[in-house]
């Protein structure tokens, strides 16, 4: 081999070098003479011309690293594992029940569960054929001889492996290691060799090497278009060219065999376009962010003069009154303080979608198909009770899921049925079965929003900015069998019962039969037959039955998995005329990943709510598909932006993004009354605090619509972390170990936890992980995929261009049986799940604390607010459950104050800021305390014809209106930098005062009874149905039902409203009446009225609907304070009750 090195600036002409490479792979210099002396050897025969890579010279991949087709047996397999439900959990095998059908109707998509192909040829079998995600029958043989699983397998076990068609031996009869038959138990998979997850990682970070090292050379010419300058290439990255092999330098330009290679930076790109990012921060306008700031400051010194001048000057003649009120008045500020310094640091931010899909999804060097180079994402949706959440509204956030703009192959859906409800299971199916038809509609005429229910209902013009002919014929059929598709939901539990009941009886029978032949002439016990629940192939249903039994109830039954639709395949499949009702020929038809979970609930184990549901499904996603990043939803709240996955992912893949734990979305809603008469929206909270959070360490977790990076969520720290120094940690800062981080491995250095110092090995992380090796190996594989793209010098901790383009690995029956065992009711004893792995157990609101818990390990968080709502869902509208779902978050927030989970505590890497922020999280609800005798302190001060100062001077005035004046004005800043308006604010403030003097004094009065007597909270679900009246869309703002949390704000109503009208009689009928104290009382007495009014308007509900307990309760108070009154103050000249007012 020769190549030719020339040395600028030295006067020596260019040299040439010949060289040999030996079988170790190493390169030997030969002489001129050598190789004249050898040129007839056997060397010379076997001598290989290297020709370096260079911009025009782009040598391919090697052999090894090209992925082969998956043999037959393995799809088979897949297919295999897609039509059946595996059940198991503890103290119990995991079995694989083979389904000839999911639902009543014919399954119609080939990645559809229960889809078969043709009918098997073997004499005598009724069975199908398996079919691949293309709806293609799998044919072992050449001969096309269509066998079904099972016969095959009967061929290769007992039939030497010969095709029953040509009779010729099978030429691949490579069995599945653990193919087992259906209905028996499934073995675990080996512990030996190299694992899936292994191989996985080992074909992503080595299988595309060589691209990657030539990427930065070949993405010139695909970017600029032009040929590239080879003289300025050759001298300014040293390389060298010509025939043979070219000599490379030792400062990296070159390849090697040696791992230093893959730490060593590439050449510098030339000729290339600038690095774009994907992300960008819209500061506020200085005009708007300098007066808000500003007057934040004055309005802080200007309560604490305030302050200082009421403490100063009392009021002698009622210090009572006085003291009351100051000690309120201190709380307000410093819960004004708490909630108004976070605001201090607004930011918005923008994505750019077109430098995405430039990066990750255009053809380059390293990437020549154009394949999607971006990461995948399971997405959960959490659903309890079929009857409180309707499986209509939780099949259409599946529908929209699944018709998302995103990568098909890169996407999976995870449904968590905790209820294990045969409805939910039946209607994911039907919502399957529908979008065969709906994703490829909506594909193909970019339909928005991709939620059949809310497209259909929308009040605008369907058919503006449609352009193709067709579109009013296919939105007519999609209609049509939309309609079709909302009756067969509807039907659901009838047709449940009635096929139970056919079967039951069926049952019933054969035992009586049975019975009587044994019984012979003796008599008749009556028999005890379990009335079990039956699904559509004629099977017990694994889960909760209809009437309970055991083993089969809400609280006791087995873990359930379904993959309701298999992965698809990696090439885009597009659909035929004749198969299909539209014509989809031009459209891609593949459906996401669909999966059905149940886990195991058994009587004696604390299944700890939602967050045991949501670590359940990612223990199980890890295994089955394992995406980096993971969107979890409400089952009521749908994708409204089909491309928000995209702008959360900017984020994600965007420099320093591998530091971001969670992107989280606003909550929007429909169904709201044009009034929002309880402040439903929350307008305030998402686009005033959120945005404020933003500019901090990031925005807290709410629940929904947030997309987490998995390796945050198992409790790792940030690549880059580092310690705040502010308040409480100036002092007691921490001193950080760094020996530990720099003597660990590389690929092991992003997996750090905060607790361990040490090296953190994958092979310890069973002890924190649970004892399954597929979840502990697959947790290095999402670090390395969640990782930013490396292709600027800044970017830390990236991967190589290309790396995820790599195909999925086929389910096996052994993937799914670990995953059952991951889902199990044993499965996180002594381990960290729920302490300090996955979402964290021991709070009503574990979405709060979980983020608090990342923050506090030094991650960061991001609010993304698009153009297009990104999500949106439902949200109660009626009095009853909006004050029963505020009660929730604030008793979260009690609990959270009382744990360790206190921003008092909180750990050097959290902001001075953001610990204020979540400090004010958990102190909120105590304002109720001070807000109730607050509210109170009016009617007192008309009672008793005192007021809270001695008199009402100019210096109060004065204060008072500089305090109402900055607010008004901050209010108004607030509306302008955050886009909400001024009627949002006000019934934001009115909502504050009817949640403060309701729920938050009952949270806090079961917070203490949890923390000093152990009795534990209990919550229901919120209901997400419609109300009765189909005539009336918000027929829900009607529906009063009662509850102890009105008692409070109607006292306070009653009492103020008495109040006002003994001040004015005592004023008028007085020799001297004090009209200043009568104006103090009465203007804050409407002050308390005002912020009541939503929930007084409330209580009336429509004409003559106010629930009788109303009037009750309201006449029993106003007696009583009346009574109380007249027996405390009675009128002058007569101390008996009554005064001297006497019957004729």
């Not at 060219?241 to 893959?262: M, P, Q, R, V």
């Not at 004004?336 to 994505?351: G, S």
């Not at 017990?540 to 009437?547: A, K, L, N, Q, R």
């Not at 509306?975 to 003097?997: A, D, H, M, P, Y």
Request: a neutral charge; glycine letters at 8%.
């Amino acid at each position: 081999m020769a190549g030719r090195s020339s040395q600028p600036g030295k006067g020596v002409g260019p040299t040439v070098t010949f060289t040999r490479r030996t079988s170790s792979g190493r390169y030997v210099n030969l002489s001129r003479d050598s190789i004249d002396s050898d040129i007839n050897s056997v060397d010379f025969h076997e001598y290989t011309v290297h020709i370096p890579p260079t911009p025009d010279n782009q040598p391919m991949e090697p052999v090894s690293t090209r992925l082969e087709q998956p043999p037959v047996s393995q799809r088979v397999e897949e297919q295999y594992v897609s039509s059946s439900l595996f059940t198991g959990g503890f103290n119990s095998v995991t079995r694989a029940h083979l389904m000839d059908k999911v639902i009543e109707s014919e399954s119609s998509h080939p990645q559809m569960a229960g889809k078969k192909g043709s009918s098997c040829a073997v004499q005598g079998c009724d069975g199908k054929v398996m079919s691949d995600g293309r709806g293609k029958d799998i044919l072992p043989c050449e001969c096309d001889f269509k066998i079904c699983r099972d016969c095959f397998l009967d061929s290769v076990k007992t039939g030497d492996g010969i095709c029953p068609g040509c009779k010729e031996p099978y030429k691949s009869t490579d069995l599945p290691e653990n193919s087992v038959e259906p209905g028996q138990p499934l073995p675990l998979p080996p512990t030996g060799g190299m694992s899936k997850m292994e191989r996985r990682l080992s074909l992503m970070k080595s299988g595309n090497r060589s691209s990657v090292i030539r990427s930065q050379s070949g993405l010139m010419r695909s970017q600029t278009g032009t040929d590239l300058d080879h003289n300025r290439w050759l001298f300014e990255t040293k390389g060298t060219y010509g025939y043979g092999n070219a000599i490379w330098t030792k400062d990296g330009g070159g390849f090697s065999d040696d791992k230093s290679d893959e730490s060593s930076e590439p050449p510098e790109l030339l000729n290339s376009k600038p690095w774009r990012p994907l992300t960008r921060k819209l500061k506020i306008p200085a005009a708007i962010i300098s007066p808000y700031r500003l007057l934040i400051f004055v309005r802080m010194a200007v309560l604490g003069l305030f302050l200082a001048w009421r403490v100063r000057n009392p009021n002698r003649d009622a210090r009572w009154l006085w003291l009351m009120s100051i000690i309120c008045e201190i709380w307000f500020a410093f819960s004004w303080l708490l909630d108004q310094l976070p605001k201090l640091c607004p930011v918005n931010r923008a994505t750019d979608l077109n430098v995405l899909k430039e990066k990750f999804e255009t053809p380059s060097p390293m990437n020549p198909l154009g394949k999607s180079d971006l990461p995948g994402v399971d997405i959960f949706v959490s659903t309890a009770d079929p009857e409180k959440e309707p499986p209509l509204v939780t099949a259409n956030t599946i529908l929209s899921i699944l018709a998302a703009d995103y990568p098909v192959e890169k996407l999976s859906c995870y449904v968590s049925d905790d209820g294990g409800a045969l409805l939910t299971f039946e209607a994911m199916a039907e919502a399957a079965s529908f979008a065969n038809l709906w994703v490829p509609f909506c594909r193909k005429h970019d339909i928005e929003p991709r939620n059949p229910e809310s497209y259909f209902s929308l009040k605008r013009d369907p058919f503006k900015n449609k352009v193709r002919p067709d579109f009013v014929k296919d939105r007519r059929r999609v209609k049509r069998e939309y309609d079709e598709f909302k009756v067969r939901i509807n039907g659901l539990p009838d047709s449940i019962r009635r096929r139970s009941d056919a079967y039951n009886a069926r049952e019933e029978i054969k035992a009586m039969k049975i019975q009587r032949q044994n019984a012979e002439d003796d008599l008749l016990e009556p028999l005890k037959v379990s009335r079990a629940t039956w699904m559509a192939d004629g099977t017990h249903w694994p889960g909760t039955w209809t009437v309970p039994g055991r083993e089969h109830s809400k609280g006791d039954h087995a873990g359930i998995i379904q993959v309701m639709l298999k992965p698809p395949s990696d090439e885009s499949l597009h659909g035929t005329a004749e198969g299909s009702p539209l014509d989809f020929t031009e459209v891609d038809i593949r459906l996401p990943l669909l999966v059905y979970v149940s886990r195991e609930k058994r009587p004696g184990y604390d299944h700890n709510k939602k967050a045991g549901a949501m670590n359940a499904l990612v223990r199980a996603s890890a295994i089955m598909s394992n995406g980096p990043f993971i969107l979890n939803l409400d089952c009521d709240h749908y994708i409204y932006n089909s491309q928000a996955i995209r702008e959360g992912m900017c984020f994600m893949m965007d420099r320093g993004g591998d530091r971001i734990c969670y992107v989280q979305f606003p909550q929007r809603f429909e169904g709201i009354d044009p009034s929002d008469r309880y402040a439903n929206h929350n307008t305030v909270f998402f686009d005033v605090n959120m945005r404020a959070l933003d500019g901090l360490q990031g925005p807290v977790y709410v629940g929904t619509g947030c997309l987490f990076r998995r390796t945050a969520l198992y409790g790792f720290d940030p690549p880059r972390s580092k310690e705040h120094s502010g308040f409480c940690s100036c002092c007691f800062a921490r001193r950080k170990k760094i020996s530990s981080v720099t003597s660990t491995p590389e690929e092991h250095r992003a997996l750090r936890m905060q607790d361990d110092e040490e090296d953190m090995n994958p092979s310890l992380f069973s002890k924190r992980f649970g004892n399954s090796s597929f979840l502990v190996e697959s947790i290095p594989v999402a670090e390395f995929q969640g990782r930013p793209l490396a292709d600027h010098p800044a970017v830390k901790n990236g991967r190589p261009p290309g790396a995820l383009t790599i195909p999925r690995e086929l389910l096996d029956a052994t993937t799914v049986a670990e995953a059952i065992s991951v889902i199990s009711c044993w499965y996180e004893d002594k381990t960290d799940w729920g302490n300090r792995v996955g979402w964290i157990y021991g709070s009503v609101t574990e979405d709060v604390v979980t983020g608090y818990r990342m923050h506090n390990r030094g991650w960061k968080s991001i609010y993304c607010v698009t153009k297009r709502d990104a999500f949106r869902g439902t949200a109660p509208i009626n009095l009853t459950d909006r004050l029963h779902q505020v009660l929730r978050w604030a008793t979260g927030s009690v609990e959270i104050f009382f744990s360790r989970n206190n921003a008092f505590l909180a750990s050097p890497r959290m902001k001075f800021l953001q610990r204020v922020a979540y400090l004010n999280v958990g102190i909120y609800p105590f304002t109720s305390l001070f807000l109730i005798v607050y509210c109170f302190l009016p009617a007192l001060s008309l009672f008793s014809g005192q007021f809270i100062v001695q008199s009402l001077n100019v210096a109060f005035l004065t204060y008072l209106l500089v305090i109402s004046l900055t607010l008004c004005v901050l209010a108004m800043l607030e509306v302008k930098w955050s886009g909400i308006n001024l009627e949002e604010w006000w019934r934001n403030e009115q909502f504050w005062l009817i949640g403060g003097t309701s729920a938050h004094l009952a949270a806090v009065l079961q917070g203490l009874l949890k923390v000093v007597a152990g009795v534990e909270i209990s919550f229901t679900l919120t209901s997400k149905s419609a109300g009765d009246d189909i005539d009336d869309e918000f027929a829900d703002l009607y529906i009063l039902k009662w509850t102890s949390l009105m008692i409070p704000p109607i006292t306070i109503i009653i009492v103020n409203l008495i109040a006002v009208a003994v001040g004015f009689s005592r004023t008028i009928y007085s020799a001297i009446p004090q009209w200043s104290r009568l104006i103090g009382g009465v203007f804050f007495s409407f002050w308390v009225l005002a912020h009541l009014y939503p929930f007084a308007k409330g209580l009336m509900g429509r004409r003559g609907r106010t629930p009788t307990i109303v009037y009750v309760w309201s006449g029993l108070i106003a007696i009583t304070i009346s009574l109380l009154w007249v027996a405390i103050s009675p009128p002058a000249g007569n101390t008996q009750i009554g005064g001297s007012f006497q019957f004729p």
